[in-house]
């Protein structure tokens, strides 16, 4: 069977199916043009290859009720969203309809369609949201069921100036919103002080690879206030109230796999949670009215004292 009907149309030069236990169809890849119509307008998945940039995968994608799961685009399609008309290659949806992700450009990174070039198709956005506008490349476009937006996924080589709870913020990788509008979590793309319930603690995650906009370093509440943030370079000490030392928190080391004479951070997560503040490293949760922390910032220097015998000791 290389033809069938769904709610949205007929498809055709249907290669590569897979299929639900009763039948419906689950995935598909296409070789001849259709027309879907949904709530979006007319939509033109997938047939057509377009040399070394095109991902070898699949046009259409269904849950097992038959609501359409993701397409991808034949040709760059304006799309309507919340936050105005995009161009898009690829789309995901909710069960509902509504969509759930919106990538600009979808192609495939290899050393015959470098990133550049990929980089050099999308198109710079001009975004305006309740923090400001935004004018940036973007890799994907998140949303809420509801529609809202739920965050932006940035290019790794592109660095966004925003108003964030804690003043204007140099962000790199992505940013994620409350359907409220207000910023849930970012990248920070240097070390930042921030002001939090125990002192000053630098927050950035060295680690961070910019996957998706959707999760982030640095947290916040919906009021602004910090939630949690990620140190690569900070050292604290906690005491009980009387002043005596319990235990300290820092991030730790670990031989790097690319240089044998190297070491490699491993940055830790704190999280305040009303009155007490959690740290990833322990299962213990302090009470930050009943012990006292002593934060040493840039304990650890990056790409300077991570590389000696003094950041080891």
């Known amino acids: ?6 709610s949205y149309g007929k498809l055709k030069g249907i290669s590569n199916a897979e299929y639900y236990e009763d039948g419906q169809i689950s995935e598909c890849k296409l070789t001849e043009y259709c027309e879907l119509v949904t709530d979006l307008g007319i939509l033109v998945p997938k047939f ?4 070394v940039r095109t991902k070898n ?3 259409l994608s269904f849950y097992r009720s038959g ?4 397409i991808s685009l034949n040709t760059s399609s304006i799309i309507k969203t919340s936050i105005g008309d ?3 290659e690829l789309l995901t949806f909710y069960e509902s309809g509504n969509i759930k992700k919106l990538f600009p450009v979808n192609g495939k990174i290899t050393a015959f369609w470098p990133e550049q070039k990929e980089y050099n198709l999308a198109e710079e956005l001009n975004l305006t949201l309740k923090i400001g506008n935004i004018a940036s490349k973007l890799v994907a476009i998140s949303f809420y069921d509801s529609k809202k937006l739920k965050s932006l996924t940035f290019w790794t080589r592109d ?3 925003v108003a964030s709870p804690i003043g204007k913020v140099k962000v790199r990788m992505g940013i994620a919103f409350y359907e409220s509008g207000e910023i849930k979590s970012l990248e920070p793309i240097n070390k930042i002080s921030v002001n939090t319930p125990i002192g000053v603690i630098r927050a950035y995650d060295i680690t961070a690879i910019g996957l998706s906009g959707d999760v982030n370093s640095l947290c916040f509440y919906e009021n602004g206030e910090i939630k949690a943030l990620v140190s690569s370079t900070d ?5 009980d109230k009387e002043g005596d030392y319990i235990t300290a928190l820092e991030p730790s080391l670990k031989p790097s796999l690319f240089r044998e004479d190297k070491m490699d951070i491993i940055p830790y997560n704190i999280e305040f949670i009303g009155d007490k503040v959690k740290f990833d490293s322990t299962d213990k949760v302090f009470s930050i009215k009943e012990n006292k922390f002593k934060i040493i910032n840039d304990f650890y220097k990056l790409n300077e004292d991570i590389n000696n015998c ?4």
């Open 159 to 161: 660095q966004i100036s």
């Open 235 to 239: 050292r604290i000490e906690i005491y």
């Open 86 to 88: 995009i161009k898009a």
């Open 1 to 6: 069977m290389n033809e069938t009907n769904v």
């Open 310 to 313: 003094k950041a080891c000791s």
């Open 67 to 70: 609501k359409l799961k993701s």
């Open 57 to 59: 995968t699949r046009s």
């Open 48 to 51: 057509q290859e377009d040399g």
